[in-house]
């Protein structure tokens, strides 16, 4: 599903009317039958219903008087609350605003006058949202601010034109305050600040409608991808019937330290699971009992470790024999920091010229010199942060990622020529070229230990499967969500553990093959 920013959207609205002439009051008019449409199937029933709209002065006010017009002539109760004074007015919103019945409309340019309809929107079957629109770039203050506040402190139904009131478009964070929506009605294509969070969260139930913007308008336009199944299916590479184990890779997968065995484990246990023909967990040569013990048909290789627990205090194998036969490579999951581990881990992402995905303590050595990644053998490389780890990278803070993740994750991808996974809820994915996915799947059980080293294997076995790294990016994710998805819905969200997802993996397979 296409993902639009803010100004994406604007720009194709001006190029629908500036060089396709569709009329702006044509545009207004059928976004307000769509949120009618929208608001009558879930809030109409059968008696006669009252609706409160609260209306700015821009063209979301505008689809807000098209919405009260409309609902009036199906026969509900209206009342418009309009911020503004009736000379504010001007455009499309104005011709709308004149069609309405005076005695719908109040006009509340000061807190104090719309402070009187508090007990108005308490009183209303539903509350239309039409404030603030997708270009709202500034905290939203004063009168707007009381508004937010009343709406959200009402307890009534909210359904919110185009986006929540406060939320922004681009990034979904809120800006100062916002309205908490049940249900959103948007217009042509959903924005990236309907599906990252926390915006996700105020969106509620989010409705797409067609306005009548011509195809045409859209071409050349930039977007995301929204992944779900219907985007994900297509990538499945299906098996071919007269296959072997080495029809589908191997990855080697170099991990682990004392205390960390688990992330090993975990990582080469589910790229079993994710379809590897072989996987080969590299190890140091001193816990590699423990991991004979913790894996089966992931085979081991110890490397000399000078009895440490821990990589880097003796030379590897060179290279060309460590990757001898070798499809695909990890890097990371429970390698350890220890400074000679960290030396270790730049000098193999400067050796490696596989398809290889960095992880975890992977990423902290790499983080000690991202510069390392101007130098990687790799074309086909994969970084996998979450929040923190992206900030170390990218020698910012967590806030700073956490307001922007797509314009932070496009950037690094860009700069260091690779595909970058920042992880979290609604997880970004971004590749070299600037194309950007943001994934649909997931819940909130994972958040726990583990999980990060159950995807790190997930992707080392599609790229060692032949996956390209954004589809093998883009599949892993959805896979990796989909299959914690399928672990809630037989036994909840709480309690979930990284291994409860790894044993699902091949069931997400198997419900995407067959959805």
């Not at 726990?448 to 790229?463: N, R």
Request: proline letters at 5%; one cysteine or more.
């Amino acid at each position: 599903m296409k993902v639009i920013t803010g100004e994406t959207m604007q720009a194709i609205d001006r190029r629908a009317i500036g060089e396709f002439g569709v009329p702006g009051l044509t545009l207004m008019e059928n976004a307000g039958k769509g949120c009618v449409e929208a608001i009558v199937a879930a809030y109409g029933g059968t008696a006669v219903r009252k609706a409160a709209i609260v209306a700015g002065k821009g063209n979301n006010g505008g689809d807000g008087y098209v919405i009260a017009r409309l609902l009036r002539e199906r026969g509900w109760q209206v009342a418009v609350l309009i911020l503004a004074r009736p000379e504010e007015i001007g455009g499309d919103a104005r011709a709308n605003l004149d069609c309405l019945d005076e005695a719908t409309l109040a006009f509340c340019p000061e807190q104090e006058i719309l402070s009187r309809y508090a007990q108005l929107l308490k009183e209303a079957d539903v509350i239309v949202d039409a404030l603030l629109g997708t270009g709202l770039k500034s905290e939203v203050r004063g009168i707007y601010e009381k508004a937010v506040a009343l709406i959200n402190g009402a307890g009534r139904p909210v359904v919110a034109v185009d986006i929540p009131s406060g939320i922004d478009a681009n990034t979904g964070n809120v800006l100062g305050s916002a309205v908490m929506a049940d249900l959103t009605v948007t217009f042509a294509f959903p924005k990236c600040g309907h599906l990252l969070y926390p915006g996700a969260e105020y969106t509620g139930r989010l409705q797409v409608v067609d306005i009548g913007i011509p195809p045409e308008a859209v071409a050349g336009m930039a977007s995301c991808e929204f992944l779900d199944v219907a985007a994900i299916k297509p990538l499945l590479q299906r098996r071919n019937r007269n296959s072997h184990k080495g029809s589908y890779g191997h990855c080697l997968i170099v991990a682990g330290s004392t205390g960390k065995t688990g992330a090993a484990a975990m990582a080469a246990n589910s790229a079993v699971r994710s379809g590897a023909g072989l996987v080969t967990l590299a190890v140091p040569a001193s816990l590699n009992p423990i991991l004979e013990i913790k894996t089966t048909e992931a085979m081991t290789l110890p490397l000399a470790d000078g009895g440490k627990g821990h990589l880097g205090e003796a030379p590897l194998p060179p290279p060309e024999k460590l990757l001898a036969g070798r499809n695909a490579v990890a890097l990371g999951p429970g390698i350890g920091w220890h400074p000679e581990t960290a030396r270790l881990v730049r000098q193999l992402v400067a050796e490696i010229d596989l398809p290889l995905v960095a992880d975890a303590d992977g990423l902290n050595a790499i983080s000690e010199d991202p510069s390392v990644l101007l130098k990687k053998a790799s074309a086909g490389m994969i970084l996998t942060p979450h929040p923190g780890e992206m900030a170390r990278l990218a020698g910012t803070t967590v806030t700073a990622v956490e307001a922007d993740r797509i314009g932070v994750a496009r950037e690094f991808a860009a700069r260091y020529r690779l595909c970058l996974v920042l992880k979290g809820a609604r997880t970004v994915i971004a590749a070299p070229d600037g194309q950007i996915a943001i994934n649909g799947s997931g819940n909130p059980g994972m958040a726990s230990g583990g999980m990060g080293d159950v995807l790190t294997g997930i992707l080392a076995a599609l790229l060692a499967q032949g996956y390209a790294p954004y589809d093998a990016c883009r599949f892993g994710v959805f896979i990796h969500g989909h299959a914690a998805d399928l672990v809630a819905a037989d036994k909840g969200e709480i309690g979930m553990s990284a291994v409860d997802v790894q044993e699902r993996i091949p069931y997400a397979f198997k419900h995407l093959m067959e959805s």
